[in-house]
């Protein structure tokens, strides 16, 4: 079964910092991995995404700076570590894989380009 498991959301002051792990039923070596998030009455936003082929990464620019996505092959684990969160991080936040191909970070950047999400993971960030 093709699974995408997020953990590591919760509560932080404003300024902390959290790290996200999501991990996958399968190998994630061949993908492109994305993270996204939600806030309530918003649309899911790309937050930052890890094109395969070179291993190049790209962050929204809202997060440039703060926000850093790496990953573990051996643990077919992607992560997301943030720091200096601010109040408008608080979301949803999403792991997303898809097909390894070489799409430009724009495509990266949007729902469209993953076909296997994680159910989501809160972060809430509190001033």
């Known amino acids: 079964q093709v699974q995408l498991v997020e953990t590591g959301g919760g509560l932080v002051q404003s300024g902390g910092s959290l790290m996200l792990s999501c991990t996958a039923s399968?190998?994630?070596?061949?993908?492109?991995i994305g993270w996204f998030r939600q806030a309530p009455g918003k649309e899911r936003e790309g937050v930052s995404c890890?094109?395969?082929?070179?291993?190049?990464?790209y962050y929204a620019s809202s997060v440039e700076g703060r926000f850093k996505i790496s990953r573990d092959d051996a643990k077919n684990t992607a992560y997301l570590h943030m720091s200096a969160l601010k109040d408008e991080d608080s979301a949803v936040y999403f792991c997303?894989?898809?097909?390894?191909?070489?799409?430009?970070?724009?495509?990266?950047?949007?729902?469209?380009?993953?076909?296997?999400w994680g159910q989501g993971t809160q972060v809430t960030v509190s001033s």
């Open positions: 399968f190998p994630l070596e061949h993908y492109n």
């Open positions: 890890r094109r395969n082929r070179d291993g190049h990464t």
């Open positions: 997303a894989a898809g097909d390894g191909n070489s799409f430009a970070a724009s495509y990266l950047l949007t729902p469209q380009a993953y076909d296997f």
